[in-house]
C-alpha cells in the first residue's frame, strides 16, 4: 500500500515570512495529493490539492508542487499571518485504493 | 461548517459498555469514510462505504462495527473497545470514489472518544 512521509513535524517561521512542508509517497501509481488544515477541536480542512497530471498549482498565498519522478509534493505558504497556524497534512490516494493515506501532520507556527 | 456533522462531540465510555457514533453529511455525497486520528500518528483510515456498499475494509478489529443505511449517514458502532481505542474518529465523505475519480473529501468536526 501507499506511504506517505511529512517533514518537518513542527515548524516556526516569524510573521510575514514563507514556510514550506515536504511530503513523499511511495506508490507510483498514486494521482490525487491533497492537503489539509487542522485547527483545534475541528476536522482537517481542506486548503488545495494537486492531480498526477500537474505539476504545480497556486490559489493566493497557498502554492503546491509534484515532482511525480521523485515522487514528493511540497506545501509553499507565502506572507504568512497568525491565523496560518494549525497542523497541515499531506496525503495521496495511492493507484487502486479509495481513501487517503496521510502524512503525520506539520505544526506551523506563525511567530508575531 | 464543512457539510458534515458528526454525534456526539464528546464521549466517554467503559470497556464493557457498547455505543454508536453518527455521521451525517448534507452535501449530497454517494461516498463516506471513518479514519481514526491518534496522538503523533496519521489519520487512519478505517473504511470506505460507497452508495451504501462497503469497499474498504483497512484491517480494522471487530469490535468496530460500521453500518450506512443510506448515502447520508454512516453509524459506528462500539463494543468490548481497549483504552488503545481512544483517539479522535473522523467521518468524511466525497462525490465518488475510485481511480478515475478525483473527489475531494470533507471532514466532519469528529467525535473525541474516550475509553476507560
Known amino acids: 500500500g501507499e506511504n506517505v512521509e511529512q517533514h518537518p513535524s513542527t515548524l516556526s517561521v516569524q510573521e510575514g515570512d514563507s514556510a514550506v512542508i515536504k511530503c513523499t509517497y511511495s506508490?507510483?501509481?498514486?494521482?490525487?495529493f491533497p492537503w489539509y488544515k487542522q485547527e483545534l477541536g475541528k476536522g482537517p480542512q481542506l486548503i488545495i490539492d494537486?492531480?498526477?497530471?500537474?505539476g504545480e498549482k497556486k490559489d493566493q498565498r497557498i502554492a503546491v508542487t509534484l515532482n511525480k519522478t521523485a515522487k514528493h509534493f511540497s506545501l509553499h505558504i507565502t506572507e504568512t499571518q497568525p491565523e496560518d497556524s494549525a497542523v497541515y497534512f499531506c496525503?495521496?490516494?495511492?493507484?487502486?485504493?479509495?481513501?487517503?493515506?496521510f502524512g503525520k501532520g506539520t505544526h506551523l507556527i506563525i511567530q508575531p | 461548517e464543512t457539510g458534515v456533522t458528526q454525534t456526539p462531540r464528546h464521549l466517554v465510555m467503559g470497556m464493557t459498555n457498547k455505543k454508536s457514533l453518527k455521521c451525517e453529511q448534507h452535501?449530497?455525497?454517494?461516498?463516506m469514510y471513518w479514519y481514526k486520528q491518534s496522538a503523533k500518528k496519521p489519520l487512519e483510515l478505517m473504511f470506505v462505504?460507497?452508495?451504501?456498499?462497503?469497499?474498504e475494509n483497512n484491517s480494522v478489529p471487530s469490535r468496530f462495527s460500521p453500518e450506512c443505511p443510506n448515502s447520508s449517514h454512516l453509524f459506528l458502532h462500539l463494543h468490548t473497545l481497549q483504552p488503545e481505542d481512544s483517539a479522535l474518529y473522523l467521518c468524511?465523505?466525497?462525490?465518488?470514489?475510485?481511480?478515475?475519480?478525483?473527489?475531494?473529501?470533507?471532514f466532519g468536526p469528529g467525535t473525541r472518544l474516550t475509553v476507560l
Open positions: 506508490d507510483s501509481a498514486s494521482n490525487y
Open positions: 468524511a465523505s466525497s462525490q465518488g470514489i475510485g481511480p478515475s475519480s478525483y473527489n475531494e473529501q470533507f
Open positions: 462505504y460507497n452508495f451504501k456498499e462497503q469497499t
Open positions: 494537486i492531480r498526477s497530471n500537474v
Open positions: 452535501l449530497g455525497h454517494n461516498a
Open positions: 496525503a495521496a490516494r495511492g493507484g487502486g485504493a479509495d481513501g487517503l493515506t
